[in-house]
T-cell receptor
Framework: NAGVTQTPKFQVLKTGQSMTLQCAQDMNHEYMSWYRQDPGMGLRLIHYSVGAGITDQGEVPNGYNVSRSTTEDFPLRLLSAAPSQTSVYFC?????????????FGQGTRLTVV | LAKTTQPISMDSYEGQEVNITCSHNNIATNDYITWYQQFPSQGPRFIIQGYKTKVTNEVASLFIPADRKSSTLSLPRVSLSDTAVYYCLVAGSARQLTFGSGTQLTVLP
């Protein structure tokens, strides 16, 4: 199993450009989430999904869109990149049953907006 | 209001046992206590979760008193490779995890 795969690993964008960060998992997990991590800080939740076709906002959703058309994929779209979106982005997935707090994280996408 | 409070940093020496304490005064009845480890340039990795008393797995132990307002992660005989940031979280599921700033553990030779 590959686990959670994020692409690309690194990206530089100009202010105003749009792009999609890809996330795929092969563990048949119901839950998937996107987080951002700024230097020296913990992760903050952007958007999450509890299953295909269902998404919801997290703590910092502005400037980002998500969709979940399949169980495996959960792309994150930056609509119009801003320097404040420079960060490391992590995708995570987990089982949705039981009292489970174990999430599996990808290796991250390091995004710089200039 | 922060969900959890833990020390910003800790130092230890190789071979020692390390205990990191976390306070979570407002923990909800349905919340579990869970700990994650994060190395630089990597995503967090789940270590252990518990609800009450003591939980042990192959890498750590988690001690939770009866009132559940605090918890202690215990790492036995740490090595240099245990140098990382350790996050204490309270959550009812992995759907929405709230990460604080964590504890930077540095293991010295």
């Amino acid at each position: 199993n590959a686990g959670v795969t994020q692409t690309p690993k690194f990206q530089v964008l100009k202010t105003g450009q749009s792009m999609t960060l890809q996330c795929a998992q092969d563990m048949n997990h119901e839950y998937m989430s996107w987080y951002r991590q700024d230097p020296g800080m913990g992760l903050r939740l952007i958007h999450y999904s509890v299953g295909a076709g269902i998404t919801d906002q997290g703590e910092v959703p502005n400037g980002y869109n998500v969709s979940r058309s399949t169980t495996e994929d959960f792309p994150l779209r930056l609509l119009s990149a801003a320097p404040s979106q420079t960060s490391v982005y992590f995708c995570a997935s987990s089982y949705g049953t039981g009292f489970n707090t174990e999430a599996f994280f990808g290796q991250g996408t390091r995004l710089t907006v200039v | 209001l922060a969900k959890t409070t833990q020390p910003i940093s800790m130092d230890s020496y190789e071979g020692q046992e390390v205990n990191i304490t976390c306070s979570h005064n407002n923990i909800a009845t349905n919340d579990y206590i869970t700990w994650y480890q994060q190395f630089p340039s990597q995503g967090p990795r789940f270590i252990i979760q518990g609800y009450k008393t003591k939980v042990t797995n192959e890498v750590a132990s988690l001690f939770i008193p009866a009132d559940r307002k605090s918890s202690t992660l215990s790492l036995p005989r740490v090595s240099l490779s245990d140098t990382a940031v350790y996050y204490c979280l309270v959550a009812g599921s992995a759907r929405q995890l709230t990460f604080g700033s964590g504890t930077q553990l540095t293991v010295l030779p």
